[in-house]
């Protein structure tokens, strides 16, 4: 089966640069997408295509992919960032596959 | 504005069903693949099924496949997902979300606020 995987937890002081990565072998042919979940609510897309922002998400949201690596990067980290972040792609045989998720602190 | 909300989660025992629903309004209902995606208890996010607009296609993950039914009503605007034979490992909050597509990739946007299911005895 498609494995995408991420590091279980990254911790960053507020104003400082997060990063999240997301590795998976597909990814070089397949776009990656983003996810936030606060604790108790329902993920929210912040990264479409592998770097596009939705409506209504900050700027400080951006998103890259390089090779088998995707990364969610938000500069300037405020408290509110903190949630349990996913991402999302398929495989060649279409296969629907998150990642098992990053808990991002900012303190 | 675009909204989904589920409903028909509860306590159920192993072995037993349920149905959950998910309303949706907002957008053209008939338009859009749907998915449900679960998520089990401090774990994370895993699709479990998805249905074309008009219902004549569905997909479902593989430790699902033979117990849960997807379906929908485009009248109503609703979507539904039977589960009979409910496990343990069944327990979960699942999502309802819209389906989206774009030069051979997908992805789930929005979700709606998900309902608990707790399979135990």
């Known amino acids: 089966s498609y494995d995408l995987t991420q590091p279980p937890s990254v911790s960053v002081s507020p104003g400082q640069t997060a990063r999240i990565t997301c590795s998976g072998d597909?990814?070089?042919?397949?776009?990656a997408y983003w996810y936030q979940q606060k604790s108790g609510q329902a993920p929210v897309l912040v990264i479409f295509?592998?770097?596009k922002r939705p409506s209504g998400i900050p700027e400080r949201f951006s998103g890259s992919s390089s090779g088998t690596m995707a990364t969610l990067t938000i500069t300037g980290a405020q408290v509110e960032d903190e949630a349990d972040y996913y991402c999302?792609?398929?495989?060649?045989?279409?296969?629907?596959?998150f990642g098992g998720g990053t808990k991002l602190t900012v303190l | 504005e675009v909204q989904l909300v589920e409903s028909g989660g509860g306590l159920v025992q192993p072995g037993g069903s349920l149905r959950l629903s998910c309303a949706a309004s907002?957008?053209?209902?008939?338009?859009?693949?749907m998915s449900w995606v679960r998520q089990a208890p401090g774990k994370g996010l895993e699709w479990v099924a998805n249905?074309?607009?008009?219902?004549?296609?569905?997909y479902y993950v593989d430790s699902v496949k033979g117990r849960f039914t997807i379906s929908r009503d485009n009248a109503k605007n609703s979507l539904y997902l039977q589960m009979n034979s409910l496990r343990a490992e069944d327990t979960a909050v699942y999502y309802c979300?819209?389906?989206?597509?774009?030069?051979?990739?997908?992805?789930?946007?929005?979700w709606g606020q998900g309902t608990l299911v707790t399979v135990s005895s």
């Open positions: 597909a990814l070089p042919k397949k776009y």
């Open positions: 249905i074309k607009q008009d219902g004549s296609e569905k």
């Open positions: 907002g957008f053209t209902f008939s338009d859009y693949w």
């Open positions: 999302y792609s398929t495989d060649s045989s279409d296969n629907r596959v």
């Open positions: 295509e592998d770097s």
């Open positions: 979300a819209r389906d989206r597509y774009s030069y051979g990739n997908n992805w789930f946007d929005p």
